[in-house]
């Protein structure tokens, strides 16, 4: 039997909010602009999860056989805010969750903290994590390297060992066990990616998170 954790950390992107089909699709859609290329959602997302920008733009470039504008990144940053203004939605049940579980939490992604912060906001999120929002670009350190989450471990004052970590990628499990902290992994219903890593708990509906962090 496992005992509460002290601290409770989530990634952001298919965790708290359902951003990931929206901006994949939409990353995609903006380097066909510069070319043919064939590559369907599911691939994107398998490709894409949880890596930071760079690297996507990167696999693009070789996938397009040139390498994408300086202002790729800056132009499709725009665009995604955009979209997550009008779109973005909740993952569901994560209000009802945050309100049930009555624990200190924060936020470490791997993506801005503009972004981050966009995304909490208007899908309602933001008062459970201000001031606690931790990202990858301030620390020079992305996941799967466990620095992000050791960073936000100790600017919340808890240890390693008493953190639990709530991730959707393989980067980020990885990351969270790299950090010495117990993961547990959300895999909503139809998504066929796999965690083949010990220890790592899968659960499908967020209303299952409280009763696992008991």
């Known amino acids: 039997?496992?005992?509460?954790?002290?601290?409770?950390?989530?990634?952001?992107?298919?965790?708290?909010?359902?951003?990931?089909e929206l901006?994949?699709?939409?990353?995609?859609?903006?380097?066909?602009?510069?070319?043919?290329?064939?590559?369907?959602?599911?691939?994107?997302?398998r490709l894409f999860r949880g890596r930071k920008?760079?690297?996507?733009?990167?696999?693009?470039?070789?996938?397009?056989?040139?390498?994408?504008?300086?202002?790729?990144t800056p132009n499709f940053r725009a665009r995604q805010a955009e979209a997550f203004r009008h779109r973005l939605k909740p993952i569901p049940g994560i209000h009802e969750v945050l309100w049930e579980i009555r624990m200190p939490v924060c936020v470490a992604s791997n993506g801005p903290r503009e972004k981050?912060?966009?995304?909490?906001?208007?899908?309602?999120?933001?008062?459970?994590?201000?001031?606690?929002?931790?990202?990858?670009?301030?620390?020079?350190?992305?996941?799967p390297d466990p620095g992000l989450y050791l960073h936000a471990a100790a600017e919340m004052g808890v240890a390693p060992a008493d953190c639990?970590?709530?991730?959707?990628?393989?980067?980020?499990v990885r990351a969270g066990i790299a950090a010495g902290m117990r993961v547990l992994a959300y895999i909503a219903a139809g998504d066929a990616e796999e965690f083949h890593v010990p220890g790592v708990t899968r659960f499908e509906r967020m209303s299952e998170l409280p009763a696992l962090l008991r």
């Open 53 to 72: 920008m760079a690297e996507c733009v990167a696999v693009l470039s070789e996938r397009l056989g040139h390498p994408l504008p300086e202002d790729f």
């Open 164 to 172: 639990v970590v709530v991730e959707d990628s393989v980067l980020g």
């Open 23 to 45: 901006s994949t699709q939409m990353l995609v859609d903006a380097a066909r602009e510069y070319g043919p290329l064939a590559m369907e959602l599911s691939e994107a997302m």
């Open 1 to 20: 039997m496992t005992s509460p954790p002290s601290l409770v950390i989530f990634d952001n992107d298919g965790v708290l909010v359902d951003s990931e």
């Open 116 to 143: 981050i912060a966009l995304a909490l906001s208007v899908t309602g999120l933001l008062p459970f994590f201000e001031g606690r929002i931790f990202s990858s670009y301030e620390l020079g350190t992305w996941k």
